[in-house]
T-cell receptor, first 117, second 115 residues
Framework: GNSVTQMEGPVTLSEEAFLTINCTYTATGYPSLFWYVQYPGEGLQLLLKATKADDKGSNKGFEATYRKETTSFHLEKGSVQVSDSAVYFCALSLYMNYGGSQGNLIFGKGTKLSVKP | DSGVTQTPKHLITATGQRVTLRCSPRSGDLSVYWYQQSLDQGLQFLIQYYNGEERAKGNILERFSAQQFPDLHSELNLSSLELGDSALYFC??????????????FGEGSRLTVL
């Protein structure tokens, strides 16, 4: 079946450290890939996305590259800040490239990031 | 603020009871999605509605049902509640299906506690 696997957290880093959160997927067909972020007490919000192999999504200093050969979409940031403390979710959709009104996202279990000053 | 409104924010009830969670999507969004977030299962897709019709179904129990009304708001009904139903229930909306921008807009969730 279709699924997303993320590295387990929590991940604790010092401010200005380099961040990597691993994400791999299993999918039939050609999924689009996403990273969503959930700040404390809030709903999820889209951080970045990539719709085809070798695409790089980027936003707010975060980057992730769609690697079809390794079925991965690892999230990276060169220098984290305390304000980046949140739960990060990797997700896939099989419907985005086909149009229409059907579609849902399949999420990983989330990785909690804590950044200390 | 995502523009998606969920009520109630918190709900405490007893096993065997029935509750209704309500969601108002962003203005103009036709799709509504329901997700369940629990510590052990993560974020599980339950069901999607588009313009009043069911479009996709995930891991939704038979004890649960949902609908989307003509004004596009949606309700998730949970019945014969069990302790394991305690979770955070999220509603999300999008203009079309995920096939659009791929972006879902999430509400802040309804936290259900079953005692």
């Amino acid at each position: 079946g279709n699924s997303v696997t993320q590295m387990e957290g929590p991940v604790t880093l010092s401010e200005e450290a380099f961040l990597t959160i691993n994400c791999t997927y299993t999918a039939t067909g050609y999924p689009s890939l996403f990273w969503y972020v959930q700040y404390p007490g809030e709903g999820l919000q889209l951080l970045l996305k990539a719709t085809k192999a070798d695409d790089k999504g980027s936003n707010k200093g975060f980057e992730a590259t769609y690697r079809k050969e390794t079925t991965s979409f690892h999230l990276e940031k060169g220098s984290v800040q305390v304000s980046d403390s949140a739960v990060y979710f990797c997700a896939l959709s099989l419907y985005m490239n086909y149009g229409g009104s059907q579609g849902n996202l399949i999420f990983g279990k989330g990785t909690k990031l804590s950044v200390k000053p | 603020d995502s523009g998606v409104t969920q009520t109630p924010k918190h709900l405490i009830t007893a096993t065997g009871q029935r509750v209704t969670l309500r969601c108002s999507p962003r203005s103009g969004d036709l799709s509504v999605y329901w997700y369940q977030q629990s510590l052990d299962q993560g974020l599980q897709f339950l069901i999607q509605y588009y313009n009043g019709e069911e479009r996709a179904k995930g891991n939704i129990l038979e004890r649960f049902s949902a609908q989307q009304f003509p004004d596009l708001h949606s309700e998730l009904n949970l019945s014969s509640l069990e302790l394991g139903d305690s979770a955070l229930y999220f509603c999300a909306s999008s203009v079309a299906g995920v096939a659009g921008t791929g972006e879902l807009f999430f509400g802040e969730g309804s936290r259900l506690t079953v005692l």
